[in-house]
């Protein structure tokens, strides 16, 4: 399945991922990974309620990772992984994180 996940703060700040060599992560294995990272980075619920749904994880992921992360080539195989896990926790073929909106799109 061929697999795009793009991350964007903006017009201006826009990093697309095509997964076209690399498959996504199996769905158990990218929650996993969104999870580790969730934890790593301290990122606190969005919702009142406290529960974190994996829209949530990937949006606060990707906003506490900061827009270096994506951007600068040193950091290239973590933003990778963020894209493999994107695409396989959510199971759709091409994702926005639109961190600007803090929104999806598919």
Known sequence: MRSQVTVTWGENASY???LDAVQPMPNDQARAWLDGQ???FECEPIRLTGKVLTADK???VAQAAGQERFRDA????WAESFARATSGALAKPTITVDLA????GY
């Open 74 to 77: 040193a950091h290239r195989d």
């Open 16 to 18: 697309r991922f095509d």
């Open 38 to 40: 969730f934890t790593a």
């Open 58 to 60: 990937v949006l606060s």
């Open 101 to 104: 909106t803090m929104s999806l």
